[in-house]
């Protein structure tokens, strides 16, 4: 099993990342809050300049303004008239100008007089855009002053500087950081909540520890199973030749036995021909000849003698075996043809390559590439718990740097490890 180092625990771990999502979260959050607002404020603020262009675009008093020739009497009723509806509106400036483009109103006096800073357009239609004049960078909506007759008398630009958005902006940015703090603090509050229902379960361990009590527990059950059936088949054979014995039958008490030893030798010579083999291994695979028989399953190993010895340390070692047998034969189990086939073999590049198939019904290709996640089982839920075995196998063979797959015809789960360098790794 992976040595691991001593660092923060499960629950510290589940809180910080929780924690860090939720401020990643906030964060964006308050940016969309920005960014919205900022479109919500241009918007309001190009509906605000054309309205109050176009209304006073029909505006009598400009319109009789405008129809005079004298350009400065025009501008002596008309630039109060203007100041009064900036005020009103709230707008930075509303230039009322001449057909060509000289202005008869601003909110500068000095500008009465000069040419127009901004896009007239060469038809008889409003136009909204944002442009940079004498105030500096503005939203600004230009429309047209028409006569009677339709004949432009002169424009009419109503306008709000970007500088006074964004003052309108910051006004409202408390009410964001509000909001994102709330978030944050509701987030860290669940954070804080994960932290302690993980504790509750995986105390102070750290994550990979957690891993290796895991692998132990699945280590531990796959071997007392396979253990449990094989004593529950020796017993029986046992008790069945001792009948046989009380009865006289010595020669059928003595068949049944070396029957049973027959049965066991040829695994048993193919586990202890193997230079590197694991005892532990070893036992589960004799263990798993019992179970297979119990469940009337046919029950097929081969084991190379030069397989090369496997990072994983015994109690890995027997977690993966054991999960891909345990579901294999649960696979074989609904089918006509029960049979489990288990082989240990060398690679071609001097890996070890192990391969557990099935005779069951196989597993659908949309589901094979979700079968090795945490929680996923194409089985109900039982007391075992689904979903555990299969993404704990991916753990410790990616850890240990190998491959796990499936593939179909008949359902074969390959595992290819690369072959030990140096000593076994075990838990500290």
Do not use: C
Request: proline share 6%.
């Amino acid at each position: 099993m992976t040595r691991t180092s001593p660092g923060r625990s499960t629950a510290s771990r589940v809180f910080f990342v929780l924690l860090g999502a939720t401020v990643v979260i906030g964060v964006l959050v308050a940016g969309f809050l920005v960014v919205e607002a900022q479109r919500a404020l241009r918007t309001e603020a190009e509906r605000v300049t054309a309205a109050t262009a176009e209304a006073l675009a029909v505006s009598p008093v400009v319109v009789a303004g405008l129809a005079g020739t004298d350009a400065e009497a025009a501008s002596d009723v008309l630039e109060p008239y203007t100041l009064d509806v900036i005020a009103r509106a709230d707008l930075d400036f509303i230039t009322i100008m001449t057909p060509d483009g000289i202005r008869i109103t601003h909110p500068d006096p000095a500008q009465i007089g000069k040419r127009y800073l901004g896009t007239i357009p060469t038809a008889a239609r409003s136009l909204t855009e944002v442009f940079t004049g004498t105030l500096g960078p503005s939203v600004r909506t230009i429309v047209p002053v028409t006569a009677v007759d339709g004949e432009v008398i002169g424009w009419v630009s109503a306008g709000v500087t970007t500088e006074t958005i964004s003052d309108t902006l910051i006004r409202r940015l408390p009410l964001t950081l509000g909001i994102t703090a709330g978030l944050i603090a509701l987030g860290a509050a669940g954070a804080v909540i994960a932290r302690r229902a993980t504790r509750r379960i995986t105390g102070d361990l750290p994550p990979g520890q957690l891993r290796d009590a895991v692998s132990s527990y699945e280590s531990i059950r796959t071997l007392g199973d396979a253990l449990r059936a094989q004593t529950h088949e020796h017993g029986n054979r046992m008790h069945a030749a001792v009948a046989l014995l009380e009865l006289g039958r010595s020669a059928e008490a003595i068949e049944i036995l070396t029957e049973t030893s027959r049965q066991s030798q040829s695994l048993v010579d193919q586990v202890t021909a193997r230079r590197h083999g694991d005892p532990a291994v070893g036992a589960l695979l004799l263990g798993k000849a019992s179970q297979a028989k119990e469940r009337g399953i046919d029950w097929r190993v081969h084991i190379e003698p030069e397989t090369p010895r496997t990072p994983l340390s015994p109690v890995d070692a027997v977690s993966v075996l054991g999960n891909l047998v345990d579901n294999a034969m649960d696979a074989a189990a609904e089918s006509e043809d029960r049979w489990v086939r288990v082989s240990l073999r060398s690679g071609e590049e001097g890996e070890v390559v192990l391969e557990v198939s099935d005779s069951g019904p196989g597993i659908p290709r949309a589901q094979q590439d979700r079968i090795f996640e945490q929680g996923y089982s194409t089985k109900p839920a039982d007391a075992q718990g689904r979903g555990v075995g299969l993404a704990l196998v991916r753990s410790v063979v990616t850890g240990a740097g190998g491959t796990v797959s499936i593939s179909d015809g008949p359902t074969t789960f390959r595992v290819v490890l690369p072959a030990a360098t140096g000593p076994r790794r075990s838990r500290p």
